[in-house]
C-alpha cells in the first residue's frame, strides 16, 4: 500500500547531491512522492535516503518505478537470494569464493557507458558498511558531469563540439589487470554481449536538456578521429577538470542507505580502503538510451 509521505530535498554539496528526506520505501511511496523523487533526481544528480530497511524484492519494486530494470547478461553470477534484477557487490567470500563483484567502480566511471544504451540510474543498497575504529570506510566519491562541463572555457566547449569517444569493456577490464584489481565477473564473451561502442563526449540529458561531460577514466579508451597522442593529452586534461573538488561530492555510507544516481549528470569512484573488512551493497540499474 502506497501512503502520502511529506518529502524534502537537503542540498549536500554545492553542485550535486541532496539528502531526501521523508521518504519510507518501505512503507509504499505515492505517485505523487515518487515524482518528486524523480525531480529531485533530476535537479540533485545524487539522492541520499538514509535508514531504509529493505527486502530485495522491494528494492526492485522501488527502482522499477524510476524506470525498466537493466538486463545485460555480462554480469549474471552474483544475485542476491535469486532476485534477477540486483547485484551484490561485496568482497565477502564464502568457502573461499567471493558471494558478489570485488573491487567494483575502483575507476572513476559512469555506469554501462560501454554499452550502446548506458545505465540510466543506479540505485544502491547499503547492508554491511566496513568500519576502522568506528570511521566508515569505502565511501563513494561522485562528480557533477553537469558542473564541470559548464565550467569549461568556452574554447574547449567549441572544440569538444562533435567530437565521439570509442567506450569498451575490454579497456576497462585491462585497465584492472594493470591496477591489480579483481577481474569482473562476465558471463559470455565480452565482444558478442559488449561490443566497443561509440558515444558523444559532450552528451545532452535526455530529461533535462542539460549537457554533460562523458568521458570517463574507467570507459573511455580514446577520441574518435585523433591520433593517440592527441587524444590521450586531451582525455588526460578531462579526467582532472571532472575531479577538481569543486565538482565532488564524497558519500560515507551508513547501514541503511539508498545512494540514487542519474549516471548521464555524474561519474564516481569507489574508494576501496577497506581491505578485507566486511562490505555488502545490493546494486540495481535502470536501463537508459542511446546518448545524443
Not at 93 to 120: C, E, F
Not at 137 to 164: C, H, M, Q, W
Not at 184 to 212: F, L, M, N, S, Y
Request: proline share 7%.
Amino acid at each position: 500500500m502506497s501512503t502520502h509521505q511529506i518529502t524534502t530535498a537537503i542540498p549536500i554539496s554545492p553542485n550535486l547531491g541532496a539528502k531526501l528526506q521523508g521518504i519510507d520505501i518501505h512503507a509504499g511511496i505515492a505517485e505523487e512522492d515518487m515524482q518528486q523523487v524523480r525531480n529531485a533526481l533530476h535537479e540533485h544528480a545524487v539522492l541520499v535516503l538514509n535508514d531504509q530497511h529493505l527486502t530485495p524484492e522491494e528494492q526492485v519494486a522501488f527502482s522499477k518505478r524510476l524506470g525498466p530494470p537493466l538486463r545485460v547478461s555480462l554480469f549474471t553470477k552474483y544475485k542476491p537470494e535469486g532476485v534477477d534484477e540486483l547485484t551484490v557487490v561485496s568482497n565477502i567470500r564464502r568457502d573461499g569464493n567471493p558471494i558478489g563483484v570485488m573491487d567494483a567502480g575502483a575507476l572513476w566511471h559512469t555506469d554501462g557507458s560501454y554499452l550502446a544504451k548506458p545505465d540510466m540510474y543506479t540505485v544502491l543498497y547499503a547492508l554491511q558498511v566496513p568500519q576502522r575504529d568506528g570511521t566508515p570506510l569505502g565511501d563513494t566519491a561522485f562528480t557533477s558531469t553537469k558542473a564541470a562541463y559548464e565550467a569549461l572555457p568556452n574554447e574547449i566547449k567549441v572544440r569538444l563540439e562533435g567530437l565521439r569517444a570509442l567506450n569498451s569493456l575490454t579497456h576497462h577490464m585491462a585497465l584492472r589487470r594493470r591496477a591489480n584489481l579483481a577481474a569482473p565477473p562476465v558471463t559470455g564473451k565480452v565482444d558478442d554481449v559488449a561490443p566497443d561502442v561509440e558515444h558523444p563526449v559532450v552528451r545532452t540529458h535526455p530529461i533535462t536538456g542539460h549537457k554533460c561531460l562523458f568521458v570517463t577514466e574507467g570507459h573511455t579508451q580514446r577520441i574518435v578521429g585523433m591520433s593517440d597522442e592527441e587524444s590521450a593529452s586531451l582525455l588526460t586534461s578531462l579526467y582532472a577538470h571532472l575531479t577538481k573538488p569543486e565538482f565532488v561530492y564524497r558519500h560515507k555510507w551508513r547501514v541503511g542507505d539508498i545512494v540514487i544516481w542519474d549516471n548521464c549528470s555524474t561519474q564516481h569512484l569507489a574508494i576501496n580502503d577497506y581491505g578485507d573488512i566486511p562490505r555488502l551493497m545490493h546494486r540495481a540499474g535502470i536501463s537508459g538510451s542511446v546518448p545524443f
